[in-house]
């Protein structure tokens, strides 16, 4: 009979693609709103903050996949040049290499003897990988992925600015801000618990963080945009 395998899930694991859409989509939410209600705070019409909305999210969604493919890719080449630089060091002078594995273990718990011998059977095994692991901490089958972590932006980005966008259309004339104010708080609140709970960390202070932060933003566009549009400008 054969023993299963028990795997932990471990929330790590998630970082990369959670990072890029908790960050487009908090971002969508808190710049399209912002930048709506200052707009719509300067005295506008439905239509200019309409515009402003779109523009937005268009721009955004594109800023978003760029800086997240630069970013990326940057830590990408980091990862492959640690990597290319360890698989020549390991050409030049693997006795150098074992002995550097055997110290990392011994720095970690082991006796020297079993150090070495932990490392001369992993060296054996895949001597590249156990220097990755071990000595950089690079796993080379989760390496950094640029074009999944900009189209996830990109989406995330553009799915999320719609709110603001939606709540300006359900609003009556009266409440058009106020009713982004709204949409966007919720959302928000939302999406904090929502990260707070796939990051496994605390619900409540992500909820909060990304809501204070939110109505910040959204206070002070609304500000200049009140002063811009009393001064006539």
């Known amino acids: ?47 200019p903050i309409l515009v402003a909305g779109i523009a937005g999210l268009v721009a955004g969604a594109m800023s978003m996949a760029i800086g997240e493919f630069v970013s990326v890719s940057s830590q990408r080449d980091a990862e492959q040049a640690d990597i290319e630089k360890e698989r020549l060091e390991l050409q030049d002078d693997p006795e150098h290499e074992l002995h550097e594995l055997a110290a990392i273990y011994a720095k970690r718990g082991l006796d020297r003897e079993l150090a070495l011998q932990v490392a001369t059977e992993l060296t054996a095994r895949d001597s590249l990988n156990a220097h990755l ?20 932006s990109a989406v995330s980005f553009a ?24 949409v966007t708080l919720v959302a928000l609140a939302s999406l904090g618990a929502l990260g707070g709970s796939l990051a496994g960390a605390s619900i409540p202070r992500a909820t909060l963080r990304v809501t204070l932060g939110g109505a910040l933003a959204m206070l002070v566009t609304a500000g200049i945009g009140r002063l811009l549009g009393v001064a006539g400008i």
């Not at 932990?8 to 989509?25: D, F, I, M, N």
């Open 1 to 47: 009979m054969k023993r299963r395998r028990h795997r932990e899930p471990h929330k790590s694991g998630r970082s990369g693609w959670l990072r890029a859409a908790v960050l487009g989509s908090n971002d969508a939410i808190v710049s399209t709103s912002s930048l709506m209600i200052g707009v719509g705070a300067a005295q506008a019409a439905k239509e």
């Open 133 to 152: 692991r071990d000595e950089l901490g690079i796993d080379p089958h989760k390496l950094a992925r640029p074009v999944q972590a900009a189209w996830i």
């Open 159 to 182: 799915t999320f600015a719609l709110l603001p966008i939606a709540g300006l259309l359900i609003a009556p004339a009266s409440l058009r801000l106020e009713t982004i104010a709204a």
